[in-house]
């Protein structure tokens, strides 16, 4: 029973002096006393510490000066010798001697430089290393009028000194400790455990904010604490009375943020417009490029030699922006920068156009056109040397648009706008990385232009149209449907989607299109399933989309207001567009996964997708290309590569569909390899109806 209750108490103990440590209150408090009774300590013991080593120090002198009054009296009768003197030394605390009386000196052993009074204060009398003073006396009876002067052993003071203040201040400590744990205990009981009760009253008050009365309490003190807990009562009354209220203010100041966000960034904005450098390169921006090219062929000096305007990109940097992170790739950028400047003696002919974009005037007076392209030859075969960022090593592929002045533009707008052309059709080529402008650029500039415009007014005017496709399990059972989107132009005829999807892109316009073949798509599953349709639908997600924080909530929106089951929405997601922003993309698709949104990487093997980040995507089916499926089952590289596919999809636990099934052959084999889904020509080719009712999930 005593061992209970000692454990017990021990238990006590410990937890109250963990209370203690971890209040900070008491801590500071607690350190406060300690210190206070140290400094007290230590100013009674700074002048005890004095007192004692001038006592000590008198000690020593002392002795020191009964043995030269001895040695004196000794030699009245005989003459002082240096045997003497050294025999005194021997035999006292001296280590040095001067005896001086009518002119005659005797001395012997050390010499005495600084000679200190031996009546004055001591601890003010200059030491030698080895620890010893020098004193004089007067003509003294005592000392039978001899003028003396003596060094003095004081070494052994400082060890008795030291010992003295470890005895001071061992004693110091245990009263400063007994002295601190006595406050310890009164701070507890009066203000500790007060103070936690209050505190974890307040806690659970502030987590549950909804509810401020249940946390009510009668007031149990009449002092401070008291007084506190009532205050607060008081509160929690008050916060039940204005609850409603604050959360209006708390929508309201929401307001008033965005509302002052959204200012501050169009101000960010206007001060990025008028900044004339690029802030990461420190290279000319657009505007200064162009000013000062317009400059430069403004001048009348000008003339006399073929220049040009060259455009440069990097290619896929987005890429490397996504696999080795944005600061390797503004590392790399910087660098590309670097020795892009290294070409021009002016700072205004060179530019960061945006991006990985840059611009450069090439060419001098006098020159040929063919030292323009072996200067463009320098520029290029300069980038795409490797980069060296810290320990690892990057290859830069580069494409470049070429315009020359007086052949393909006067103005630097239009030598600039006709380079950028042809640096955009080097990244589509294969094999030609340098483009000069040529005239039947123009034609495509103004085709370009023209079917943006047609683009615009075929989303206008409804002229767009869904085409479904089907998608079937190995025993050939209809699955679901792909959603494919096709425009018919008034005067062109079908235009293909290779064609004016990428212009869509790259205009923005996929954006308004995207949402609306959502909505067709939506409004056609909820139509299929009044007809009895169990399946899927899947819709093309665009990189732009994909990227748009509000597009989840656009898709919720629609699901619900048609009353559709998010599992019959499948999203198909190209790898290229995972990596051109993979940390906004997951955000994206994490979102999607909370919707219970199905989710596909399409074109699978033919981007530049990281397995880590695959791995870590909520993906469920796994599309192989139609250019892996065109050459089965006779091309060995295109069996290992989708068999590779298929294997690895159905380890990490996603289904895998082929597109682009156009034999039987291709359909055998691919079932064979454990292929879940097959679509394609041979299952049915695109068109305006997709499920047919009852009839077609019979059938299928």
Known sequence: MAGEDHALARRSFNEWARQLAGCRLCRNLTLAAFAAILAIEVAILIP???NYEEDLLNERVDVASQAVITFLKHSRSREITIDALELLIASSPLTGVSLRRDGIEYEAGEAIRMPHPADGLL?????????????????????????????????????ELIAFV???????LLIAVFVTAVTMFVVDRMMLSPLLKLRDRISRAGED???PLKYLTPTGRCDEFGEVEGVFNSMLKQNAAYLSRLKLLNRELDQLLEERTRTLRRTEQELKIRTLYDQLTGLANRSLFEEQLDHHFSDPDHGGGEEAVLVLGLNDFQALNGLAGHETGDRVLQEIARRIAGFSANHGWVARLGGDVFGLLVGERGRASTDIEVGISAVIEACQRPVQVGRKTFECEVSAGVAVSGLDGLDARTLLSHAEIAMHRAKKSPSQRVQFFASEFGDQVLHRQELIHSLKAAIENRQLQL???????????????EALLRWHHPTLGPVSPAEFIPLAEETGLIVKIGDWVLEQAV????????QGFTGRMAVNVSALQLHDPGFADRIAVSLRNKGVSARQLELEITETALMQDIELAMATLNRFRELDLTLAVDDFGTGYSSLAYLKALPVSRIKIDRTFVTGLPDNEQDEALCRTIINMAHTMGCEVIAEGVETEAQASWLALAGCDELQGYLLGKPGLQGFQGTADADDS
């Open 48 to 50: 005890s510490y004095r």
């Open 123 to 159: 601890r003010s009398a200059p030491r030698t290393p080895q620890g010893t003073i020098d004193l004089s006396w007067g003509a003294d009876p005592l000392l039978s009028d001899y003028e003396v002067l003596a060094r003095v052993d004081v070494s052994d003071v400082s060890s």
């Open 166 to 172: 470890f005895r001071i201040l061992g004693l110091s």
């Open 209 to 211: 904010a909804e509810h």
């Open 467 to 481: 085409y479904f496709q089907p998608q079937c399990d190995r025993l050939r059972r209809n699955t679901g449907y």
């Open 523 to 530: 409004a056609t599953l909820k139509g299929w399933s009044e």
